[in-house]
């Protein structure tokens, strides 16, 4: 059964840091590309970093709003997968709830896309 299991988000300060991780069981995903989407108050959830597959070199992608500020890796197990990102110089636009998923579709369950639970990013002074 596909999961995912967002964690390590929290309360920070603007210029700050932070580092979530992700652990992704129940399918193949090292065949994958992968990749952090966040979705904040109000808004539509949007792509934030994407990284391919290990076969391809797990080359990483960001959104320009992160580029710079934001790195994602992965560390590839046989049934599962770690997807972390680290996160710094946070602004307070980059407070949303972060989700992991596959790239560039996410995963579907059942015939519906399935997503984690997430975990809640928030910048604030």
């Known amino acids: 059964q596909v999961q995912f299991v967002e964690s390590g988000g929290g309360v920070v300060q603007p210029g700050g840091s932070l580092s979530l991780s992700c652990l992704a069981s129940g399918h193949n995903f090292g065949i994958y590309h992968m990749a952090w989407y966040r979705q904040a108050l109000g808004k539509q959830r949007e792509l934030v970093a994407t990284?391919?597959?290990?076969?391809?070199?797990?080359?990483?992608?960001?959104a320009d709003s992160v580029k710079g500020r934001f790195t994602i890796a992965r560390v590839n197990a046989v049934n599962t997968i770690t997807l972390y990102i680290q996160m710094s110089s946070l602004k307070p636009e980059d407070a949303a709830v972060y989700y992991c998923n596959t790239d560039p579709r996410p995963s579907r369950v059942d015939g519906t896309d399935y997503w984690g639970q997430g975990t809640r990013v928030t910048v604030s002074s």
């Open positions: 990284i391919t597959l290990p076969g391809l070199g797990s080359v990483p992608d960001y």
